[in-house]
């Protein structure tokens, strides 16, 4: 009996322990950004002084120099992008692998990107559209619609949109957009210049009017996710028992899917396919904070701009004068951190 | 309790018989829908042939030297390949789904194949290498990967969400650099590359088709022979070890005949995507309850590379690559029987 007891009290003192750990935990992650975003605006193939970017950040106004131009219209709408896109792709991630209950859902495989790829070859051969700003709408619709799709079929029976029927219907979706794509594609020589661009997932080229075209559903979406965390936490325990805890399982799994259309959506249209963020952080997000989903949500959500940030910082800097696309930096360094950390860090299951 | 026994057993046979009754009438069907298909191949293209012609060909029945050389020395290649590497492709890919226990877990989505790709396009690329070279490439990359991701994935032996892990950043890192590669390239060498990573049935020479039937014909029966093993471990670790399975070696003989299989296919054919991904899940709906067979799944993959390969060549209005088309073949059909399978309740 007093074993049992000091039992229970060793395991609720670890875990608040762990709590008034996580908590400072994200405050200082907020900081890192703060100063990986803070690199992001002086580093880049123009070196621009320090004291030149305080001035340009400190008037907020553009007084004609270079220096300025470069700092307000390329470098700040470009970092503000990156951190907004980041946390979005993040948390997207997050929140489908703990609907999916699957470690390879991201949005990618639920039909995001080949669905907006698909549309934006549409607006390029059908409608004749040119230019990243028109895609970006088009890029939209197209995920949305994929992903609806995925879901309406999953959705189909009894039990609703359960993990395997969700991940097998993301899976034929993306196949079969792909294909259809790819198809279009590689007979319309035209078409493959435009898509070959918009396929990279890069920040760069990305400015003012997308920022502000996409922000606003970015940041509702974040807000939206961050009140997932204990359905998800509860879904995370088998449908059953989440039933038995009295979670309306079906309303849950579909305003969970709206709000990643959203995100996801609304990320790639503005900077095209980006992978290995929203499959990758969730997981890191995990080894940091055990299963919670409450911890996992924001701390993928500062996470992941870090990393992006980072990555898209180092492609700046060691591609110079050219840039490496963020894609080529998150996989070639990012990979193998990723592999460290599975390898040696203690793995909770999805 | 000897009262009920009986009709409680006689339930369970006759479930059992129907269900291998059902088996084995799928298993068959789809063996001649890949026969027929087989020669279908051979026989429409410019120069149309009898499927007597064809068959009497193929088995040296008829001596006609024009029809032999447009058979034998033309069509038969092709349609050799697509066959074996829709074979090849659907058994690795239901092994990998059924061993990590996932459905997204096809050797495209662990590693494997981009191992493969990065180590032809770098052959392609930087040595300026051509043909058989890049085969031999490709399956050096695709066993490299996999042994990696054995190697990096073994602590106390190998879990399977650790291995999805691990395969996830290999994937993603040999992608990367996939990346990189091609955007040093020269635009003709980056065009050929795009070219073998679509995949396509067309490229194979004689040399590789000869490797990779002869170890289907070894690898195939001793799959299905260690399909007990595998099933056991479905049930997970535990479980399966409780059952008297010694999980780590079954895992380790499944995975290494999943590797080479999905490795001699990619040397052959190319990174064809999307066969090995839903080949199995199709096959598992066919089957109802009697779920996980390789054999069926390996001819729902030499069915859809042999119905893509003749979309891709005679009904597009240029001739593609096999690997643009697989996707749109099965994609549809995988979507459609989950529709129904969900409808009535099966889904899963």
Same mark, same amino acid.
């Given at each position: 009996?007093?074993?049992?007891?000091?039992?229970?009290?060793?395991?609720?003192?670890?875990?608040?322990?762990?709590? #008034?750990?996580?908590?400072?935990?994200?405050?200082?992650?907020?900081?890192?950004?703060?100063?990986?975003?803070?690199?992001?605006?002086?580093?880049?193939?123009?070196?621009?002084?320090? #004291?030149?970017?305080?001035?340009?950040?400190?008037?907020?106004?553009?007084?004609?120099?270079?220096? #300025?131009?470069?700092?307000?219209?390329?470098?700040?709408?470009?970092?503000?992008?990156?951190?907004?896109?980041?946390?979005?792709?993040?948390?997207?991630?997050?929140?489908?692998?703990?609907?999916?209950?699957?470690?390879?859902?991201?949005?990618?495989?639920?039909?995001?990107?080949?669905?907006?790829?698909?549309?934006?070859?549409?607006?390029?051969?059908?409608?004749?559209?040119?230019?990243?700003?028109?895609?970006?709408?088009?890029?939209?619709?197209?995920?949305?619609?994929?992903?609806?799709?995925?879901?309406?079929?999953?959705?189909?029976?009894?039990?609703?949109?359960?993990?395997?029927?969700?991940?097998?219907?993301?899976?034929?979706?993306?196949?079969?957009?792909?294909?259809?794509?790819?198809?279009?594609?590689?007979?319309?020589?035209?078409?493959?210049?435009?898509?070959? +661009?918009?396929?990279?997932?890069?920040?760069?080229?990305?400015?003012?009017?997308?920022?502000?075209?996409?922000?606003?559903?970015?940041?509702?979406?974040?807000?939206?996710?961050?009140?997932?965390?204990?359905?998800?936490?509860?879904?995370?325990?088998?449908?059953?028992?989440?039933?038995?805890?009295?979670?309306?399982?079906?309303?849950?799994?579909?305003?969970? +899917?709206?709000?990643?259309?959203?995100?996801?959506?609304?990320?790639?249209?503005?900077?095209?396919?980006?992978?290995?963020?929203?499959?990758?952080?969730?997981?890191?997000?995990? +080894?940091?904070?055990?299963?919670?989903?409450?911890?996992?949500?924001?701390?993928?959500?500062?996470?992941?701009?870090?990393?992006?940030?980072?990555?898209?910082?180092?492609?700046?800097?060691?591609?110079?004068?050219?840039?490496?696309?963020?894609?080529?930096?998150?996989?070639?360094?990012?990979?193998?951190? +990723?592999?460290?950390?599975?390898?040696?860090?203690?793995? #909770?299951?999805? | 309790?000897?009262?009920?026994?009986?009709?409680?057993?006689?339930?369970?046979?006759?479930? &059992?018989?129907?269900?291998?009754?059902?088996?084995?009438?799928?298993?068959?069907?789809?063996?001649?829908?890949?026969?027929?298909?087989?020669?279908?191949?051979?026989?429409?293209?410019?120069?149309?042939?009898?499927?007597?012609?064809?068959?009497?060909?193929?088995?040296?029945?008829?001596?006609?030297?024009?029809?032999?050389?447009?058979?034998?020395?033309?069509?038969?290649?092709?349609?050799?390949?697509?066959?074996?590497?829709?074979?090849?492709?659907?058994?690795?890919?239901?092994?990998?789904?059924?061993?990590?226990?996932?459905?997204?877990?096809?050797?495209?989505?662990?590693?494997?194949?981009?191992?493969?790709?990065?180590?032809?396009?770098?052959?392609?690329?930087?040595?300026?290498?051509?043909?058989?070279?890049?085969?031999?490439?490709?399956?050096?990359?695709?066993?490299?990967?996999?042994?990696?991701?054995?190697?990096?994935?073994?602590?106390?032996?190998?879990?399977?969400? &650790?291995?999805?892990?691990?395969?996830?950043?290999?994937?993603?890192?040999?992608?990367?650099?996939?990346?990189?590669?091609?955007? %040093?390239?020269?635009?003709?060498?980056?065009?050929?590359?795009?070219?073998?990573?679509?995949?396509?049935?067309?490229?194979?020479?004689?040399?590789?088709?000869?490797?990779?039937?002869?170890?289907?014909?070894?690898?195939?029966?001793?799959?299905?022979?260690?399909? %007990?093993?595998?099933?056991?471990?479905?049930?997970?670790?535990?479980?399966? &070890?409780?059952?008297?399975?010694?999980?780590?070696?079954?895992?380790?003989?499944?995975?290494?005949?999943?590797?080479?299989?999905?490795?001699?296919?990619?040397?052959?054919?190319?990174?064809?995507?999307?066969?090995?991904?839903?080949?199995?899940?199709?096959?598992?709906?066919?089957?109802?309850?009697?779920?996980?067979?390789?054999?069926?799944?390996?001819?729902?993959?030499?069915?859809?590379?042999?119905?893509?390969?003749?979309?891709?060549?005679?009904?597009?209005?240029?001739?593609?690559?096999?690997?643009?088309?697989?996707?749109?073949?099965?994609?549809?059909?995988?979507?459609?029987?989950?529709?129904?399978?969900?409808?009535?309740?099966?889904?899963?």
């Amino acid at each position: 009996m007093s074993a049992t007891s000091r039992y229970a009290t060793r395991t609720s003192a670890r875990g608040s322990r762990r709590a #008034s750990a996580l908590g400072p935990g994200l405050v200082a992650l907020c900081v890192v950004l703060a100063v990986v975003a803070f690199l992001s605006v002086t580093m880049g193939s123009r070196s621009i002084g320090l #004291s030149e970017v305080l001035h340009a950040l400190g008037s907020l106004n553009n007084d004609g120099s270079t220096n #300025s131009t470069v700092t307000l219209e390329l470098r700040v709408p470009r970092t503000l992008l990156g951190i907004v896109v980041g946390a979005a792709l993040g948390v997207a991630g997050a929140i489908l692998q703990g609907v999916t209950r699957n470690p390879l859902a991201d949005a990618g495989i639920m039909g995001i990107n080949a669905g907006a790829a698909a549309f934006v070859v549409f607006a390029i051969t059908v409608l004749g559209f040119r230019g990243v700003g028109v895609y970006v709408w088009f890029a939209f619709a197209g995920a949305i619609g994929a992903l609806l799709l995925v879901y309406s079929i999953a959705s189909l029976g009894r039990e609703g949109a359960t993990p395997i029927k969700l991940a097998l219907a993301g899976a034929a979706v993306t196949a079969g957009l792909t294909s259809v794509t790819t198809g279009i594609v590689m007979t319309n020589v035209d078409a493959l210049n435009e898509l070959r +661009f918009w396929q990279v997932g890069s920040l760069a080229g990305r400015y003012a009017p997308i920022l502000t075209g996409v922000a606003p559903f970015l940041l509702v979406g974040l807000v939206a996710s961050l009140g997932f965390g204990r359905a998800l936490n509860g879904l995370a325990l088998g449908e059953d028992v989440a039933r038995g805890l009295g979670q309306h399982v079906t309303r849950t799994r579909a305003a969970a +899917f709206a709000v990643v259309a959203i995100l996801a959506g609304a990320a790639t249209a503005a900077c095209g396919p980006i992978v290995f963020i929203g499959l990758v952080v969730p997981h890191l997000a995990r +080894f940091i904070c055990g299963p919670d989903y409450r911890w996992i949500i924001p701390y993928s959500m500062l996470l992941a701009p870090i990393i992006l940030l980072l990555a898209d910082v180092l492609g700046r800097v060691a591609g110079a004068p050219d840039e490496l696309q963020v894609g080529v930096v998150l996989g070639v360094l990012g990979a193998p951190a +990723f592999v460290a950390v599975v390898r040696y860090a203690k793995l #909770s299951e999805v | 309790m000897t009262v009920l026994a009986p009709p409680a057993a006689r339930t369970l046979t006759v479930t &059992r018989r129907r269900r291998s009754v059902r088996a084995a009438v799928v298993t068959v069907a789809l063996a001649v829908a890949v026969a027929a298909l087989f020669v279908v191949t051979m026989m429409v293209g410019s120069f149309r042939l009898s499927a007597w012609e064809v068959i009497a060909s193929v088995l040296h029945l008829e001596d006609n030297p024009s029809v032999d050389f447009v058979v034998r020395g033309l069509r038969l290649p092709t349609a050799a390949s697509g066959l074996t590497v829709g074979l090849a492709l659907g058994a690795s890919g239901t092994i990998f789904q059924q061993l990590l226990r996932n459905p997204l877990a096809s050797p495209d989505f662990v590693g494997i194949s981009s191992g493969a790709g990065l180590a032809a396009v770098g052959g392609i690329v930087l040595l300026n290498l051509g043909g058989l070279a890049i085969s031999g490439l490709a399956l050096g990359g695709a066993i490299l990967a996999a042994t990696l991701m054995y190697v990096l994935a073994w602590r106390d032996g190998v879990t399977g969400y &650790r291995f999805i892990l691990i395969g996830i950043g290999v994937a993603v890192f040999f992608d990367g650099l996939i990346g990189y590669v091609l955007t %040093r390239a020269q635009l003709s060498q980056a065009r050929q590359a795009m070219h073998w990573l679509a995949g396509s049935v067309g490229q194979a020479s004689d040399t590789e088709l000869k490797v990779l039937t002869a170890a289907l014909i070894v690898l195939l029966p001793l799959a299905v022979l260690l399909q %007990r093993p595998l099933r056991a471990l479905e049930l997970g670790d535990d479980t399966a &070890r409780a059952l008297g399975t010694r999980t780590e070696l079954s895992r380790a003989g499944l995975l290494a005949t999943g590797v080479v299989l999905v490795a001699l296919a990619v040397s052959v054919a190319g990174p064809i995507v999307f066969v090995a991904l839903i080949a199995g899940p199709i096959a598992n709906r066919l089957l109802g309850p009697a779920t996980g067979g390789i054999l069926p799944a390996a001819l729902v993959g030499a069915v859809l590379l042999l119905t893509a390969d003749l979309v891709a060549v005679h009904l597009m209005p240029t001739p593609l690559p096999t690997g643009v088309v697989t996707g749109a073949v099965g994609a549809p059909y995988l979507l459609w029987l989950l529709a129904t399978t969900n409808r009535q309740g099966a889904g899963g």
